[in-house]
T-cell receptor, first 113, second 109 residues
């Protein structure tokens, strides 16, 4: 099992460009999350998907969109990147919305210049 | 929504000392409290968790305590080792997982 896989690992964008961050899990988990991590700010929830076919906003959704393509895949899209979106992005999956461990991907380091 | 406060933001100890990290949460409905360790450049990984029906849980050198009345929980690491150096995050969950801002623990030999 690969667990949670993110692509790409590193990306540099120019302001205004768009891109999609990919996330896939092979653990048959129902719930998936996107977080961003900034120095001194911890992990902040951008969007989540409690189950296939549903998505909801988290704490910091502005400037992002998501797609739960199927049970395995949950993508995050930046339509018009801004320097404030420079961050490390983590995808995570959980078996269900109950009290179980969240497994994280290896992260995507995004720089917007 | 849930708000999780974590203290201290940095903690330096000597090898063999104990380390304690404290968190408070705001939503009394939260019922799951995991702790994650993140080494430099790596992904967060679960080290221990506690559910609301338990007051304390221990796993070798690490332990977590939970006080639901006061809405705070703590991580205790005993006999610290240099490899314990990392950033530690607490989190609280009812419907979604909300993280504290993290504690950078440095264990000096």
């Amino acid at each position: 099992n690969a667990g949670v896989t993110q692509n790409p690992k590193f990306q540099v964008l120019k302001t205004g460009q768009s891109m999609t961050l990919q996330c896939a899990q092979d653990m048959n988990h129902n719930s998936m999350y996107w977080y961003r991590q900034d120095p001194g700010m911890g992990l902040r929830l951008i969007y989540y998907s409690a189950s296939e076919g549903t998505t909801d906003k988290g704490e910091v959704p502005n400037g992002y969109n998501v797609s739960r393509l199927n049970k395995r895949e949950f993508s995050l899209r930046l339509e018009s990147a801004a320097p404030s979106q420079t961050s490390v992005y983590f995808c995570a999956s959980v078996q269900a919305m109950g009290n179980t461990e969240a497994f994280f991907g290896q992260g995507t380091r995004l720089t917007v210049v | 929504g849930e708000n999780v406060e974590q203290h201290p933001s940095t903690l330096s100890v000597q090898e063999g000392d104990s380390a304690v990290i404290k968190c408070t949460y705001s939503d009394s409905a939260s019922n799951y409290f995991p702790w994650y360790k993140q080494e430099l450049g790596k992904r967060p990984q679960l080290i221990i968790d506690i559910r609301s029906n338990v007051g304390e849980k221990k796993d070798q050198r690490i332990a977590v305590t939970l006080n639901k009345t006061a809405k705070h929980f703590s991580l205790h690491i005993t006999e610290t080792q240099p490899e314990d150096s990392a950033v530690y995050f607490c989190a609280a969950k009812y419907s979604t997982l909300t993280f504290g801002k993290g504690t950078m623990l440095l264990v000096s030999p």
